[in-house]
């Protein structure tokens, strides 16, 4: 089981992306059971925890993000989506995908996002 994040990329500041966050190896029951979090890491920074999504699919939002990004599920696709709207500079880091499974983290590889002013 691994989770794999896609769709990082340098946008201009006020432009959108949609990140991606996909569960592979797991069976869609247990994926579907998960609370799923989205975290980020700025350069020099400690990594912080941006989004999440439960089972039950209530969201919980950082408060640098609150009204800019989304968190959503496809369980179906064992996928969890961040879309990030108004983007500016302050967002740039390495975004990560995280659950707990099995008694351990399960960490993504990360995709990074970079945003120009």
């Known amino acids: 089981v691994e989770l794999v994040e896609s769709g990082g990329g340098l946008v201009q500041g006020g432009g959108s992306l949609r990140l991606s966050c996909l569960a592979s190896?797991?069976?869609?029951?247990?994926?579907?059971?998960?609370?799923v979090n989205w975290y980020r890491q700025a350069p020099g920074k400690q990594r912080e925890s941006v989004a999440s999504?439960?089972?039950?699919?209530?969201?919980n939002y950082a408060d640098a993000v609150k009204g800019r990004f989304t968190i959503s599920r496809d369980n179906s696709k064992k996928r969890v989506y961040l879309q990030m709207n108004s983007l500016n500079p302050e967002d740039t880091g390495v975004y990560y995908c995280?659950?707990?499974?099995?008694?351990?983290?399960?960490w993504g590889q990360g995709t990074q996002v970079t945003v120009s002013s």
């Open positions: 995280n659950l707990y499974r099995q008694g351990s983290d399960l």
């Open positions: 190896g797991m069976i869609t029951s247990d994926f579907s059971s998960k609370t």
């Open positions: 999504i439960t089972s039950g699919r209530v969201s």
